[in-house]
């Protein structure tokens, strides 16, 4: 009779505590998210304005960033002389065009 008991006393804890959480729910929900937004405003504080580096790490990424950019004057001279050729040609005007739905008889 002890062990039935003991039974139904974990039953009706396990329903108390699921009836707390189904009624409690918004609340809990809330709790949690305002813990989020508040963890999520530290990490964003730390990164942004608590950021430091040493002058050895700013050093080291700027040298890091100096070796990945080579710039190809060549390419660069040829695109502006590919651009300024467009702008010429738009600036044209259509002298001889064919007249393919033949309007012009």
């Given amino acids: 009779?002890?062990?039935?008991?003991?039974?139904?006393?974990?039953?009706?804890?396990?329903?108390?505590?699921a009836a707390f959480f189904i009624h409690q729910n918004k609340y809990?929900?809330?709790?949690?998210?305002?813990?989020?937004v508040g963890y999520a405003g530290y990490l964003g504080y730390a990164?942004?304005?608590?950021a430091e580096w040493d002058q050895t790490k700013k050093q080291e990424y700027i040298n890091s960033k100096e070796k990945e950019?080579?710039?190809?004057?060549?390419?660069y001279n040829e695109a502006v002389a590919d651009i300024k050729?467009?702008?010429?040609?738009?600036a044209k005007t259509v002298e001889n065009a064919n007249?393919?739905?033949r309007l012009n008889k």
Avoid: G, P, S
């Avoid at 990164?47 to 608590?50: C, Q, S």
């Avoid at 050729?85 to 738009?90: G, S």
């Fill in 85 to 90: 050729q467009r702008k010429i040609d738009f």
């Fill in 1 to 17: 009779m002890n062990e039935n008991q003991a039974k139904i006393e974990v039953n009706k804890a396990e329903k108390k505590i």
């Fill in 99 to 101: 007249d393919i739905f």
């Fill in 28 to 36: 809990i929900l809330l709790f949690i998210f305002l813990v989020l």
């Fill in 69 to 75: 950019v080579v710039f190809n004057k060549a390419a």
């Fill in 47 to 50: 990164y942004i304005y608590r």
